[in-house]
């Protein structure tokens, strides 16, 4: 007896899936008998504000991007933890506040592990670039200068 009345308590959930079914297939249906059907030079090439294409939309991203969007996405979602502990903060009480420090306590660490690995070093290291840089001076100062060095300069008198 259970069994029918949960069953027939489905029906409604039934029909809107059936209905939402339906929608879906009459709007991929409909619009490939009513649209409009030509094939001409023009139809498949790229149109921008009247600029011309200068090359492929399609090229790769260094992986930095997609590592800096991961990073978005955690910090966004910790964000929704935290707002949600300080919107229940006084009925959650000091079990809450101590699950939310420690919840921040190990965002923290995380930050600092990632920073002490490297992770969010996305371009060049500008003391590499300066020690680099100092290297060759001492080296070769006439090189990097654009001056003359004393033994090709010409005496003019």
């Known amino acids: 007896m259970r069994e029918t009345e949960s069953l027939a308590s489905l029906w409604p ?3 809107y899936a059936g209905g939402v079914v339906l929608l879906v297939a009459v709007m991929l249906i409909v619009p490939y ?11 498949d090439t790229v149109y921008e504000s009247g600029i011309n294409e200068t090359g492929d ?4 991203f260094p992986v930095h991007f997609y590592i800096l969007a991961m990073f978005f996405v955690i910090f966004d979602l910790e964000v929704v933890f ?7 903060a006084k009925a959650l009480g000091w079990a809450g506040y101590i699950a939310i420090a420690t919840f921040i ?3 923290v660490a995380v930050l600092i592990y990632e920073w002490k690995i490297g992770a969010l070093d996305f371009g ?7 020690k680099r840089y100092h290297e060759r001076f001492k080296s070769e100062p006439y090189k990097i200068t ?6 090709n300069k010409t005496l003019t008198t």
């Open 57 to 60: 939309a399609r090229f790769k």
């Open 82 to 88: 935290i707002v949600a502990w300080a919107i229940n």
């Open 33 to 43: 008998f009513l649209g409009e059907r030509h094939k001409e030079t023009a139809t």
């Open 146 to 151: 654009g001056e003359r060095s004393p033994e």
């Open 105 to 107: 306590g190990l965002l």
């Open 124 to 130: 060049p290291s500008g003391k590499k670039i300066l």
């Open 13 to 15: 959930l039934l029909v």
